[in-house]
Structures are given as C-alpha cells and as structure tokens.
RNA sequence: GGCGCCAUGGUGUAAUUGGUUAACACGCCGCCCUCUCAAGGCGGAGAGUUCGGGUUCGAUCCCCGAUGGCGCUACCA
C-alpha cells in the first residue's frame, strides 16, 4: 500500500452487459462501506470495452441497483470507452520496455490451435509464437499494415506469481500457468487485462475489492504493475454468492437483479442490510451484551463496523427466507411517515386509491404494519383498510362465514352499532360480546364472521381496534353487506 | 483436463488464533397468549466441525492426502 495516500480510493466497476445483480451489489456495498469507514474515495466506473455487450440501458439500470439500495459514489461514473488513448499510451509503454509483443496471428489460427491442442490432451495455452519475432521486425510488419495485437510476455524464467489477498492470504501461480493474454485487440481496443490496471494506475487506487472470480486474472494485473513500475494496491477478493443448490446463482434461482427485489416488495435498507452479512460479519463487535450475534444493522453502524477482516473465505448462499426476516423486521421499525412513499408506489401499481384521509392511512398503516412481510401487502392483503374497492378472500368466507346462522347475526348486530352512542374498542367490543351473548352464540364465532367481513381477510389486527379504524360508518355499511357475500361452492 | 480457491446443523456465521456440554441468527417443530394471523414468551429437533491419515497430553483450529463445490482456463468482463 502506498503511504502517501492517506485515505483509501476504492473502485466498483460494473460492465453494463447486464443489470446490477446481487453478487455486483454485494461488492459494490463492500467497496462503498470500506470507504465510507475510512473516509476514504468510491469512484464508479463503467467497463464497456465489449462494445457488442454493453449499453446504456444497462448503465441506468446499474446506478438505479445502486442509488435504491443507497449507495452514492465520489468520482464518476467513468467510461472505459471514451479512455481509450490511456490504455493504448500504457500498451505503447508496456511495448517500448520489452513487456510486450505484436502477435500477428489470426483469430481463426488461434482456434484451429486451441482445438488441436485440446484433442491432444495438451493446455490449449497461446504458444507464444510470435513472441519470436524480431521486435524491429515485427514494428515493420505492422506498420506496413498487417494486423495485429499486443500481447503481455510473461516471464519465462520458472517462476511465480503471487500477491497477498486480504482475505485469502498469499495466493501464487506458476508463470508457466499464465499465457501471454492479450493487452490490445487489433481493433485497437483494449481487453480487460489492460484497462483495469491502466485505469486503477490512472486512478490511484488503493484497494481493490471485488469478487472471487477475479483471482485467476490477479496474477496478469501484478505482473503489469511491476513492468509499469507502479504501487501494488492491495487486493481484496469477496466471495460469491451461490443459489440454494450451491451453485452460482442465477435467473434458474429465481430473482438476480437488484431491483427485481424492490418490484417484490423489499424495503432498500433490509435488502442492504442482508447483503451486507453475506460473507461478512462484524465479529466480536456485533455481539450484544448478552454475547448473542446481532444481525439488524443500520447504515452508520454498517459503516462503522465494516472492515476486511470480516470478509469470509467461502461462498454464501443467498437465503430468500432470511431476506424475507429482514424485510419484516425493517417494515415493522419503520415509521408510517416513512413507509408511505413506498406503500404509494405500491398502490400506483395496483391501481389502488385510497378513499381515506392522510391521517387516517397513517394511523392505518401503524395499525397494520405489525403483520407486514411485505410492501406488496398493503396492496393486497390489507386493501380493505384504504379503500372501499376490495374483494373476499374465499378462503376466508368459506372459513368464518359458511354459517347462514353468523351471516343473519352479524346483520342483526348492525342495528346495536347504529344506535351506539360511542364507538370505542371498548364499546364495540362490549356490544358484541352482549348480542353473543344474548344469542348464546361464542363471541369468537362473530368476531371472526365480522373479521372477514370488514376486511375481506381471514387475517387482521384485533377486531375492534379494525371497526374504531374504518369508522362506524363502514361497519355498518360493510357488515350489512355480509348478507350479500357469496360463500364459494365447496369443491370436492 | 490444467491451474487456483474453499469446506462448522437446511441457510448465514461464532468459537480468547490447540483445551467450550461446538455458540448466535434465519428457517423448522411444539407449548403459552388469544377474536384470526403475525408478533412476543417458553421449550425442542437438527452439526461432534466433508472423509482418511498424521503432529500433540489434547484438535473445528496445524500438516498431508482424498472427496466435493466453486472460479479461471477468449483478440468477454
């Protein structure tokens, strides 16, 4: 590590072939917590080299994953693609000292070898061909035309290459394992040998956290930093992330990409918050008093706590199941104010108006946020509580209000509400408890009847803190309206 | 195939870097509470640390091997 830097510059640096998926957020998080912990700099930058894959679609969606589950960057975004000149000025250099090599073959000899090699049973390594070629030689062959790429020479002297991971620890290959990978296309374009470290050179970066994947490539990005002269940053692989069969994960495992999860209904600091304990935890300093593990962490306490020694050596499997803990429990602690921008996008999507006062979708979603897994509930499960256009659950019907007997009762009990003076829980509560008496009938019976039939819903917060909430009015319109629900033909 | 990395209940991770009845969280099961369901409270099942050898008085921890998984093996990133 370089000691005139003072503070840490790390980098996420995306290729926009694809949406932001949880492994790249995962990383991206890792990198924005490291800096933000030592006060360091987060550049974003965009490696689009693969002209054929990339877009600019693919860009917004990346910086839409990032800024959603909260993460901002210092510098940036950079495109590899309009720094072109940097990296053929680092090939001139890697040229110029012997580093490297024109190599004329073509794309199609390259694979007739590699298939002959495999059939043989041999590596179908690049044979280093022209690395024969006298570089005087080689200088008049391209400029008299000919096409050709640059290729890194690898030493040839038996030795090794190897780095100090922060979290592997020393991690070395033989250079007779490593081919002499091509630096520059001969289109003129780079390859991501060449522009990752020509751009973390350039950008004088410090660490480089990223994932597992890379480790095999670690080796050809040392050797260029020392045949450039430049500072070794220290590297920091991160695990991957693998679906519930161990395998890497992908669309097969359901969701990939991060805002697939905010269209499930997830809540951005719990989707930050469970991606953050996926190969890493804050050790001894995430215990509470009594010694237990803590596991709900805010962004400031992430921040602080965060460190590379934290960072576990094995993949993780994503556990849909857990996420699913987090999203309650951050639903639950959120306050009402604070959930309705969210729950509003909800609504807009399932083209929901609520019929009721600001206030009273406050005091709604206080009353029935405790029993949320979801965003998506306070569309679907709980539409009853915001507007009067909802439906019967038939599960539900057929569960609480099959008997013609509770139907008739609770069309009845509208007349003792009506006349009601108060309409308290306690009130309310007491007139019920009264007419089931009265009809020697078990209250639970009426309770769970009228349940369904003022929310639709086999499922609901107490029953009178439901009837104070939509009103008397409501309660008496609604449960009117219970001689007219249609009980499901029973199947079977 | 070659090279590299990894390996603690179903999942995520702990275990004063050799000495614990192998811990916590999610999930699962049961009980309590109760007007339903969550929540909450209480309790439980589930790993002897992938397997086999070592080293040691003693290994989850150190060494070797095997097995398995993952990664890389492009003029992709």
Not at 169 to 178: H, L, P, Q, S
Not at 190 to 211: E, F, K, N, Q, W
Not at 235 to 256: C, E, M, N, Q, Y
Not at 342 to 347: A, N, V
Request: contains cysteine; proline residues 4%.
């Amino acid at each position: 590590m370089s000691d005139t830097a003072s503070t840490p510059r790390v980098r996420f640096a995306p290729s926009p072939t694809g949406y932001l998926h949880v492994g790249g957020a995962r990383t991206a998080l890792f990198n924005w917590l490291f800096a933000r912990h030592f006060g360091g700099t987060l550049i974003l930058r965009i490696e689009d080299t693969d002209f054929e894959r990339s877009s600019e679609e693919m860009v917004e969606g990346i910086l839409e994953g990032m800024l959603w589950i909260g993460l901002n960057w210092d510098e940036g975004p950079f495109y590899q693609s309009k720094r072109l000149d940097l990296y053929r000025e680092t090939a001139a250099k890697l040229l110029a000292s012997g580093h490297a090599y024109y190599c004329f073959c073509t794309k199609e000899e390259l694979e007739q070898r590699r298939a002959e090699a495999v059939a043989a049973g041999r590596p179908p390594m690049f044979n280093r061909r022209c690395r024969r070629i006298d570089p005087a030689v080689a200088a008049d062959r391209k400029a008299a035309g000919e096409s050709c790429a640059v290729r890194f020479a690898v030493p040839e002297d038996g030795g090794a290459t190897s780095f100090d991971d922060a979290v592997f620890g020393k991690v070395e290959f033989a250079n007779a394992e490593i081919e002499d990978f091509v630096l520059l296309r001969s289109d003129g374009i780079p390859t991501y040998h060449l522009s990752v470290v020509a751009d973390d050179i350039d950008m004088r970066l410090t660490h480089i956290i990223r994932g597992a994947d890379h480790i095999s490539n670690t080796p050809k990005q040392v050797l260029q930093y020392r045949a450039l002269g430049a500072p070794m940053p220290v590297f920091a692989h991160v695990p991957l992330i693998l679906g519930p069969d161990k395998t890497r994960l992908s669309k097969r495992h359901g969701a990939t990409s991060v805002i697939a999860y905010k269209e499930m209904g997830i809540v951005p600091e719990a989707f930050r918050n469970f991606l953050a304990l996926l190969g890493w935890t804050p050790g001894a300093a995430g215990k509470d008093a009594d010694g237990k593990d803590r596991e709900l962490f805010g962004s400031e306490e992430l921040t602080r706590l965060f460190s590379l020694d934290g960072i576990s050596k094995s993949n993780a499997v994503f556990d849909n199941d857990k996420l699913a803990w987090f999203n309650t429990e951050y639903i639950r602690a959120y306050d009402a104010a604070k959930l309705l921008p969210l729950i509003e996008e909800e609504w807009t999507k399932a083209e929901l108006t609520p019929n009721r006062t600001h206030d009273e979708v406050i005091a709604t979603i206080d009353l029935v946020k405790p029993r949320a897994r979801n965003l998506k509930d306070f569309a679907i499960a709980f539409r009853a509580y915001f507007s009067d256009d909802f439906t019967y659950d038939p599960a539900a019907v057929t569960k609480f209000l099959k008997d013609d007997a509770v139907r008739a009762m609770l069309v009845e009990l509208v007349a003792r509400y009506e006349s009601a003076t108060e309409f308290t829980e306690a009130s309310t509560e007491q007139i019920l408890r009264a007419f089931a008496e009265e009809k020697g009938v078990k209250a639970g019976a009426l309770i769970n009847g009228a349940r369904v039939a003022l929310t639709g819903q086999a499922v609901a917060p107490s029953l009178f803190a439901v009837m104070v909430n939509l009103g008397k009015d409501r309660v008496v319109k609604r449960l009117t309206a219970t001689a007219a629900i249609t009980v499901p033909a029973v199947s079977s």
